[in-house]
Nanobody, 117 residues
Framework: QVQLAESGGGLAQPGESLSVSCKFS????????VGWYRQTPGKQRELVAM??????NYAASVKGRFTFSRNDDENTVHLQMNALKPEDTGVYFC????????????WGQGTQVTVSS
């Protein structure tokens, strides 16, 4: 079955950069679309980046600072986060859904990103 494993989280100071990665396994990667979400305790989980239509869709708060990428040879997706702000703090999750049947989806366990001076 599908398994997702996030990595790359950590502590960064405001203005610095960090990159998180998600490894997909257990099924045919080409059948799935994968996006990034984040969640802060006490707040609703929000969409950060979702690929589509030749370019990724980004949350307004990260547009221009975050960049999504997908590597089909390695079954991975990545999120490059530049010019980090304290409000970017949260647990970052990747989510994979079956393109032919979007109701079938999977979540990773998340990786913590903390932005603080």
């Amino acid at each position: 079955q599908v398994q997702l494993a996030e990595s790359g989280g950590g502590l960064a100071q405001p203005g610095e950069s960090l990159s998180v990665s998600c490894k997909f396994s257990g099924s045919s990667f080409s059948r799935y679309n994968v996006g990034w979400y984040r969640q802060t305790p006490g707040k609703q989980r929000e969409l950060v980046a979702m690929p589509g239509g030749g370019s990724a869709n980004y949350a307004a708060s990260v547009k221009g600072r975050f960049t999504f990428s997908r590597n089909d040879d390695e079954n991975t997706v990545h999120l490059q986060m530049n010019a980090l702000k304290p409000e970017d703090t949260g647990v970052y999750f990747c989510n994979a859904y079956l393109v032919a049947l979007p109701a079938v989806s999977y979540w990773g366990q998340g990786t913590q990103v903390t932005v603080s001076s």
